[in-house]
């Protein structure tokens, strides 16, 4: 009589996984759905902010911007503050810069805590996505991964409709706004069932880190600031390609060089780990891509 196969134990005993991954997904949720929400209220942003056409796509790209340089550097935070303490600090930031733009009196203040945003809101999908590894067990996680991507899934999609929907009922202050409850049920249920992690003391690559922060912010400027200055016609979009590009190579040449590089290279002769990347640039395309007939303020 064969034995039935060995069921291996998460990594992380938790009270109530369910209600945890709903806490987890509430906070991604108000994440995800803020790349979003707020593109359809430009315009009345423009108007009420008194600013220019081109002024006004600042509020996006300096949340996109501020994403892509915080993200790498979430891991080292975690094991320095402890998973809990940075989740439950990202949450508070990402809500208190959502009341602070739903409150902004001018352009700047607008641009400001949207980096704020962006900062916090950067460390809540990979956190989330590490606590989900950590509290099911190696033969749940393609369920529990499936349950996470749904949700990912949910926020880029009905963000633009929700958007459209608060900017028409109430102002375009309301895109902000209500995060607020959402961002409060969320660390009330972190709070009570996220569990402490071990806190961890490791070396991290500043210069790596920097060279990779310039590469993907200079090519996030490039794909952003673009259409409005005319690509290269414009002086300003050959300096991020040459940023970003020289960021790249020096990036590359260190981290294949260097004794603790900030990302080991030999990740990528993994197949899966590399087919993985390629179809979630593919979606990231399809989701984010600005549409030929949608007006130039609601492109990201």
């Given at each position: 009589?064969?034995?039935?196969?060995?069921?291996?134990?998460?990594?992380?005993?938790?009270?109530?996984?369910?209600?945890?991954?709903?806490?987890?997904?509430?906070?991604?949720?108000?994440?995800?759905?803020?790349?979003?929400?707020?593109?359809?209220?430009?315009?009345?942003?423009?108007?009420?902010?008194?600013?220019?056409?081109?002024?006004?796509?600042?509020?996006?790209?300096?949340?996109?911007?501020?994403?892509?340089?915080?993200?790498?550097?979430?891991?080292?935070?975690?094991?320095?503050?402890?998973?809990?303490?940075?989740?439950?600090?990202?949450?508070?930031?990402?809500?208190?810069?959502?009341?602070?733009?739903?409150?902004?009196?001018?352009?700047?203040?607008?641009?400001?805590?949207?980096?704020?945003?962006?900062?916090?809101?950067?460390?809540?999908?990979?956190?989330?996505?590490?606590?989900?590894?950590?509290?099911?067990?190696?033969?749940?996680?393609?369920?529990?991964?499936?349950?996470?991507?749904?949700?990912?899934?949910?926020?880029?999609?009905?963000?633009?409709?929700?958007?459209?929907?608060?900017?028409?009922?109430?102002?375009?202050?309301?895109?902000?706004?209500?995060?607020?409850?959402?961002?409060?049920?969320?660390?009330?249920?972190?709070?009570?069932?996220?569990?402490?992690?071990?806190?961890?003391?490791?070396?991290?690559?500043?210069?790596?880190?920097?060279?990779?922060?310039?590469?993907?912010?200079?090519?996030?400027?490039?794909?952003?600031?673009?259409?409005?200055?005319?690509?290269?016609?414009?002086?300003?979009?050959?300096?991020?390609?040459l940023l970003s590009i020289s960021g790249l190579w020096v990036f590359t040449v260190h981290c294949l060089t260097a004794s603790n590089p900030f990302i080991d290279m030999a990740m990528?002769?993994?197949?899966?780990?590399?087919?993985?990347?390629?179809?979630?640039?593919?979606?990231?395309?399809?989701?984010?891509?600005?549409?030929?007939?949608?007006?130039?303020?609601?492109?990201?």
């Amino acid at each position: 009589m064969a034995e039935p196969a060995a069921v291996s134990a998460p990594a992380v005993i938790v009270k109530s996984k369910g209600l945890l991954t709903a806490a987890i997904m509430v906070a991604v949720v108000m994440q995800v759905l803020d790349t979003t929400i707020a593109n359809v209220a430009l315009p009345h942003m423009r108007a009420s902010l008194g600013a220019s056409q081109d002024e006004i796509n600042w509020v996006l790209t300096s949340y996109i911007v501020a994403s892509a340089i915080a993200t790498p550097l979430t891991g080292w935070v975690a094991d320095r503050l402890g998973r809990r303490r940075l989740l439950l600090g990202a949450v508070v930031g990402f809500t208190a810069a959502s009341l602070l733009c739903g409150l902004a009196a001018n352009l700047t203040q607008m641009v400001l805590f949207r980096i704020v945003q962006g900062m916090c809101g950067a460390m809540l999908v990979p956190l989330a996505q590490a606590t989900m590894m950590d509290i099911n067990p190696r033969e749940k996680l393609g369920q529990a991964m499936a349950i996470f991507g749904a949700g990912i899934m949910f926020g880029p999609i009905i963000g633009p409709t929700l958007g459209g929907w608060l900017t028409e009922t109430f102002n375009w202050r309301a895109v902000f706004l209500v995060n607020l409850p959402v961002g409060i049920l969320a660390f009330v249920m972190l709070f009570v069932l996220m569990p402490d992690t071990i806190i961890k003391v490791r070396k991290f690559d500043f210069f790596g880190f920097g060279m990779l922060a310039l590469a993907v912010a200079s090519l996030q400027m490039l794909l952003d600031r673009g259409q409005g200055v005319g690509w290269f016609e414009s002086a300003e979009i050959w300096l991020y390609l040459l940023l970003s590009i020289s960021g790249l190579w020096v990036f590359t040449v260190h981290c294949l060089t260097a004794s603790n590089p900030f990302i080991d290279m030999a990740m990528f002769r993994d197949r899966n780990f590399v087919t993985g990347l390629v179809l979630i640039l593919a979606t990231g395309i399809t989701l984010f891509r600005a549409s030929p007939s949608c007006p130039q303020c609601c492109r990201t």
